[in-house]
């Protein structure tokens, strides 16, 4: 039989920056599972790449002031490109409420150590964005850290790495049986592939965390939500040098990509469930929000066969869980991002392995705070700033 140290099942972003950060701390006999053909077919593929550090909760806010700096200097530790971009991230304000969310959002992150976020006037953004119709903005939150990464990319070299660093990678292997012993603590894996004897394992496994979950008999609390993407055509009537901007009014937001630009939005009227099929009646939504907001975007050219859809892993609270699972000696969670997975896989990798092989770390400053418990416990983080 096959032993491992550690098993990680899904071999995603988050599963390869796992594997990564355990092998970089010296825990080299790691075995990742993934159930596909290839890796990042799940959700890392399908991901819009934003990655930024305005957000509403302290832990969001230091995953982020880890992650950051993690994919700036990506090309030269890794040698393999992350694609990130600092083109920053700008988020307009439309009504006073806005503004003040922003301020406050704002005092917060210059508290934990961020200098590269400022306030700014609807003035500067109006000069800067002239195509933006501005009549409405009061004024804005911009990060120039913020930005883009290619998650595809960052997850090859995540995972290329780990290899490098005596990690295995099974492809088409999915896991069908977490064993456990008498106790309830955790024995190893049965897969498509093969059994391997590991006295942990981490569910890494996206969307289907929940289902992964129920392999130990517990109920993890997290739902897939499926969300799209719409690339334009080659336009150029707005600057490609853009940051991903946010239309606070509506949640719409886009950013360059290519010749063309990406753009978002989250349909409120979307409910959970494996759904990935793309819906069509989708883009007219969009763009009528697109439209509204950057005029010129009322003629930007976009062949539907080119849009897709992907999933967010929802928790209640919008935060992942990260940590070891009550109840299953041995069995760890990373799961439940809400949509912050690429840009949070970095510090996960790292915040994990050190949950694995020391029991603390020193990522965020209350290591509990991702912890399965929370919900039971009534220490639920809700973060707001989800887009």
Request: hydrophobic share 40%.
């Amino acid at each position: 039989m096959t032993t491992a140290d550690v098993v990680i099942i899904g071999g995603g972003i988050v599963g390869s920056s796992i594997a990564y950060h355990l092998t970089a701390a010296g825990c080299r006999d790691v075995i990742v599972m993934e159930r596909e053909t290839h890796t990042g077919k799940g959700s890392t593929g399908k991901s819009m790449g934003g990655v930024r550090a305005q957000f509403s909760t302290p832990v969001n806010i230091q995953m982020s002031l880890y992650s950051i700096p993690f994919y700036a200097a990506f090309d030269e530790v890794m040698g393999h490109p992350a694609g990130y971009r600092p083109q920053g991230y700008l988020f307009m304000a439309t009504a006073p409420a806005h503004m003040e969310y922003l301020r406050a959002n704002h005092a917060q992150q210059a508290a934990l150590g961020l200098k590269t976020a400022k306030l700014i006037s609807a003035e500067e953004i109006r000069a800067t964005y002239p195509q933006l119709r501005g009549d409405d903005i009061i004024g804005g939150s911009f990060c120039s850290t913020d930005g883009f990464v290619d998650p595809y990319s960052a997850m090859t070299g995540f995972m290329a790495k780990a290899i490098e660093q005596g990690a295995k990678l099974w492809r088409e292997a999915e896991v069908t049986a977490i064993e456990r012993d008498a106790s309830g603590a955790v024995t190893g894996v049965d897969s498509t592939k093969g059994k391997i004897a590991a006295r942990r394992v981490v569910n890494a496994a996206g969307a289907w965390a929940k289902e992964v979950a129920k392999l130990a008999d517990v109920e993890l609390p997290v739902q897939p939500l499926r969300r799209m993407l719409v690339p334009t055509e080659p336009f150029d009537e707005f600057p490609h040098t853009a940051p991903m901007i946010i239309d606070m009014s509506t949640g719409f937001h886009f950013r360059p990509e290519g010749r063309g630009f990406l753009l978002a939005w989250n349909d409120p009227e979307e409910i959970t469930g494996y759904k990935l099929d793309f819906e069509p009646t989708f883009i007219e939504k969009i763009l009528v929000h697109a439209a509204d907001r950057v005029p010129c975007f009322e003629h930007v050219p976009v062949n539907p066969k080119r849009a897709w859809a992907g999933l967010y892993e929802m928790t209640p609270d919008h935060h992942p869980i990260i940590g070891p699972a009550p109840g299953v000696k041995g069995l760890f969670f990373a799961n439940g991002f809400s949509g912050h997975g690429v840009m949070h896989a970095p510090a996960t990798g790292k915040l994990t392995a050190d949950l694995i092989l020391r029991g603390n770390s020193d990522i965020i400053s209350d290591p509990r705070a991702f912890a399965f418990e929370r919900f039971a416990e009534g220490r639920a983080i809700h973060e707001t700033a989800v887009l």
